[in-house]
T-cell receptor
Framework: EPEVTQTPSHQVTQMGQEVILRCVPI?????FYWYRQILGQKVEFLVS????????KSEIFDDQFSVERPDGSNFTLKIRSTKLEDSAMYFC??????????????FGDGTRLSIL | GEDVEQSLFLSVREGDSSVINCTYT??????LYWYKQEPGAGLQLLTY?????DMKQDQRLTVLLNKKDKHLSLRIADTQTGDSAIYFC????????FGTGTRLQVFP
């Protein structure tokens, strides 16, 4: 069964540095998402992306964050000037159709980001 | 605002049934979802229910939806040790709103 893949599985970065988290969504999916789960807390929506632009973003997704689909397969999340509180598990998800359908979002295994 | 609430822990004996409960606030959700997260792993879609249904059965899983009370439950029949994980309910499909997750522990 096709799956969403994320790399790396664990990223350790010094505070203030920039990180890029990578995702390869399922190939025929059109909608892409990033979520974040701080240790012990809820999974939180960050951003949705469709047709090469952001569809919706949460309050968390400020100017520090950006997303890009640089080619036909990758979907990236860039975090600039990382802070300690950016340490979390970041999940990528994709779906073939817009929300509200019986085609739910499928998640990758996540990237654990640790800021030192 | 939108919110999804779950109890934090559930402990059951192997072979018994588990019932995980969830309450949500967004009455416009077309679908409601259950995801499973095993230690160190991602979110695995378990099942979902369309909002105009009140029950859906999928092998050992039964989802019950009480739309009036905005209450969703997941029943796992014949619970196995491999079912030990965190279970999240989620509403809204465009941007999923997750509950806190219920940690299910299955003991022999």
């Amino acid at each position: 069964e096709p799956e969403v893949t994320q790399t790396p599985s664990h990223q350790v970065t010094q505070m203030g540095q920039e990180v890029i988290l990578r995702c390869v969504p399922i190939s025929n999916h059109l909608y892409f998402y990033w979520y974040r789960q701080i240790l012990g807390q809820k999974v939180e929506f960050l951003v949705s992306f469709y047709n090469n632009e952001i569809s919706e973003k949460s309050e968390i997704f400020d100017d520090q964050f950006s997303v890009e689909r640089p080619d036909g397969s990758n979907f990236t999340l860039k975090i600039r000037s990382t802070k300690l509180e950016d340490s979390a598990m970041y999940f990528c998800a994709s779906s073939p159709q817009e929300g509200g359908s019986n085609q739910p979002q499928h998640f990758g295994d996540g990237t654990r980001l640790s800021i030192l | 605002g939108e919110d999804v609430e779950q109890s934090l822990f559930l402990s059951v004996r192997e072979g018994d049934s588990s019932v995980i409960n969830c309450t949500y606030t967004d009455s416009s959700s077309t679908y409601l979802y259950w995801y499973k997260q095993e230690p160190g792993a991602g979110l695995q879609l378990l099942t979902y229910i369309f909002s105009n249904m009140d029950m859906k059965q999928d092998q050992r899983l039964t989802v019950l939806l009480n739309k009036k009370d905005k209450h969703l439950s997941l029943r796992i029949a014949d619970t196995q040790t491999g079912d030990s994980a965190i279970y999240f309910c989620a509403e809204r499909a465009d941007k999923l709103i997750f509950g806190t997750g219920t940690r299910l522990q299955v003991f022999p």
